[in-house]
């Protein structure tokens, strides 16, 4: 994109004059200048609807009441707490970051985006977020929501895609800034335009407080702003899970510390059924009717890279084995809600 952008010099003016009047104000995180409620907001609304982080962050607070209470905690207690919101690199990154703040810096959060960013887990718009509603300092913000808003408010056709283009919208999110008395209000206002109005597949156009400064609702195709050449491959994976139990005592293995529901509890889980089938060779079934593997009911579950189909197959032991390949914790079934458990396997269990 190589022509000049002239900014509509009203946004930010306009915007927080509506937010103040229309904006959202009663969600917990707001009216507080907390950065450990706000952090913990930020992190838990990346990538997660607003309804669905209210229960955890009540939980959350209610059981860490302080970011050094956080980082006092061990990682399987945050991940257990954590266990259902997905995308779990980021209860690991607040677990990291409450660790830091708490053994670096007091348990006081500094108090410039700049210092926030070189927390574990949080990024430049996260920082600048917390800046921002907390410091009030003059700093702009750029997730996704926030990204659509702006270039659609200027018809903003550079690839998102590219480093370079986003750097460029970084600029002029920057220059689009009130003064520092309304850094609340103008952040939390374009917040709220990307979550209810500016929408990604129907932007509510007529509701728009801005939509006369909008040079994408101008050129009459608002939706095809953002610009991203690159778009996201989906896939296919499938495999087995092998529930071993045994007087009432369940089989857990934590997932390694990288990948997939990493850290997570997690039932023994094979590659195909075959190899599910050649494990369970050794395994003390009993004998007669009703002895041997029983088939649970098939799970789809879908993940951001790819949809996932999830086999079950149960067994009621005779005796434990004593093979390593069935390491692990066995826990009582009563217990298994204390683990950070993947979220299909807590649905398998609540059933």
Known sequence: MSKEIELPLQFAPTLVAWQRRFGRHSLP?????????VWLSEI??????VTTVLGYYQRFLERFPTVSDLGAATLDEVLAMWAGLGYYSRARNLHACAQAVREQ?????????????ELPGIGRSTAAAIAAFCFAERVAILDGNVKRVLTRLLAFDGDM?????EKKLWALATELLPPEQDMVAYTQGVMDLGSGVCTPRSPQCLLCP????CRGREQGEPTKFPVKTKKLKRSQRENWWLWLEHEGQVLLQQRPAKGVWAGLWSLPLFDDEAALQAAAQGLDLGQGPGQGLETMPRIQHALTHFDW???????????????AQFHGKW????????YALPAPLKKMIQA
């Open 331 to 338: 826990v009582a079934r009563e217990r298994l809600a204390d």
């Open 29 to 37: 995180w707001q009216n507080t200048r907390d950065p450990y409620r």
């Open 105 to 117: 810096h007091g348990g006081e959060f500094p108090r410039t985006a700049a210092a926030l960013q």
């Open 210 to 213: 801005v939509s006369e400064l």
């Open 44 to 49: 838990m609304l990346q990538q997660t609807q």
């Open 161 to 165: 895609a590219s480093s370079a283009q």
């Open 309 to 323: 189909t999830l086999h079950t197959q149960r067994a009621e032991l005779q005796r434990r084995p004593a093979d």
